[in-house]
């Protein structure tokens, strides 16, 4: 585990959640940004609660550097929508779990999004795959990026690897 990358001066991913609640997902994002060191903020957006605050993050996202918004958000779900109706940026949609539905009315939510207004969404609770395309959606314009993504890869085909080596070993 790498140190966070999450309080830089310049951060490249903004990553966004309607409750703090919604840390034990969306940590997840931030660990894979911090792994790949890539620096990014943390913060508690509200569509409902503080839609100013949530209009105004969108619109100055592009103008202070951010180069990706990854946004989760559970039950209704409407930040990573109105997120990506107010930024020019790529979004990336977390459905959180709540209590009722297990996220599958998140997931809906976020999936659904009408044309023009596009959100990319991950599985329910899949933050650290959110992270992964914010990564490999900077990885475009970074070679060294690029090459850590590849060394990423080359290191979960090789667990493969084991792991079929172990389980024919177990038979």
Request: aromatic share 2%; proline share 6%.
């Given at each position: 585990?790498?140190?966070?990358?999450?309080d830089s001066e310049r951060p490249l991913v903004g990553v966004v959640m309607g409750s703090d609640?919604?840390?034990?997902?969306?940590?997840?994002?931030?660990?894979?940004?911090?792994?790949?060191?890539?620096?990014?903020?943390?913060?508690?957006?509200s569509a409902h609660r503080t839609p100013e605050k949530m209009i105004a993050y969108g619109k100055?996202?592009?103008?202070?550097?951010?180069?990706?918004?990854?946004?989760?958000?559970?039950?209704?779900?409407?930040?990573?929508?109105?997120?990506?109706?107010?930024?020019?940026?790529?979004?990336?949609?977390?459905?959180?779990?709540?209590?009722?539905?297990?996220?599958?009315?998140?997931?809906?939510?976020?999936?659904?999004?009408?044309?023009?207004?596009?959100?990319?969404?991950?599985?329910?609770?899949?933050a650290k795959n959110a992270g992964l395309i914010a990564a490999k959606i900077l990885a475009t314009?970074?070679?060294?990026?690029?090459?850590?993504?590849?060394?990423?890869?080359?290191?979960?085909?090789?667990?493969?690897?084991?792991?079929?080596?172990?389980?024919?070993?177990?038979?």
């Open positions: 585990m790498r140190m966070p990358h999450h609640s919604d840390w034990r997902v969306m940590s997840d994002a931030s660990q894979v940004l911090s792994d790949f060191e890539i620096d990014h903020e943390v913060e508690v957006v100055d996202a592009a103008a202070r550097g951010l180069k990706v918004i990854i946004a989760g958000a559970g039950g209704a779900a409407h930040l990573p929508g109105m997120l990506a109706a107010v930024t020019p940026l790529p979004v990336v949609g977390v459905p959180v779990p709540l209590a009722k539905l297990d996220g599958l009315d998140s997931l809906l939510s976020i999936v659904q999004m009408p044309a023009g207004v596009p959100v990319a969404t991950v599985s329910i609770g899949g314009s970074d070679a060294a990026l690029q090459a850590k993504l590849e060394e990423y890869a080359d290191d979960l085909a090789a667990q493969v690897e084991v792991k079929n080596e172990n389980l024919k070993n177990s038979l």
